[in-house]
């Protein structure tokens, strides 16, 4: 997408949370965007996490005036299902980037935004390259780009964002593996 575009460019950003919303935000309305966030996670686990995240979200989106679009229920079985055999780390990723990147192309054409993006693209721990690959795919099957930026560049900003707006800060990426794997420091083997 070009960076000259109308002031009124509606661009729908999925947010994984709180604190790696605070850079993408900002770039985005810097770059004259009227930025709506979608909540949509079914991979959080448990779900009480998923709780505290959603929270947190609901207190920064309060703070900086931003629009939400909330996914109702909790489709933690839908992950489960999905990743079902495919547990080990950057398969299970790719499912979840898809699930995630999909509902988010089909809010942004069913809500007629300009783009979509995410915030999974500030996070130096997940696969740049596979989400952009995704969100691409996604994009072109409804008819909304999606915006690829590098939102890593902001990584320190969000730090000091987090730390300024008192945002829960979460100790593992979000699913049940992924906890695993952080507290145990060994890596799911799928078998």
Request: hydrophobic share 35%; glycine share 8%.
């Amino acid at each position: 997408m070009s960076n000259e575009r109308d002031a009124a460019a509606r661009i729908l950003l999925h947010i994984c949370c709180a604190p790696c919303s605070t850079y993408p935000i900002n770039w985005l309305r810097g770059q004259r965007y009227a930025v709506t966030g979608l909540w949509y996670n079914p991979n959080i686990h448990p779900w009480q996490e998923h709780e505290l995240r959603r929270a947190s979200m609901v207190h920064y989106a309060a703070a900086v005036g931003l629009d939400m679009i909330w996914a109702e229920g909790y489709e933690m079985p839908r992950f489960f299902r999905l990743v079902a055999g495919h547990e080990r780390f950057h398969e299970r990723c790719q499912l979840c980037y898809r699930l995630r990147l999909e509902r988010a192309a089909q809010v942004a054409a069913e809500n007629r935004f300009d783009a979509f993006t995410t915030t999974l693209l500030i996070s130096p721990y997940q696969d740049q390259a596979a989400i952009r690959s995704i969100g691409e795919a996604m994009g072109r099957s409804v008819g909304v780009p999606f915006l690829f930026e590098n939102f890593r560049r902001g990584w320190a900003e969000r730090g000091r964002l987090t730390k300024e707006h008192g945002l829960y800060r979460q100790q593992y990426c979000g699913c049940l593996y992924s906890e695993w794997e952080r507290y145990t420091g060994q890596q799911v083997d799928g078998s």
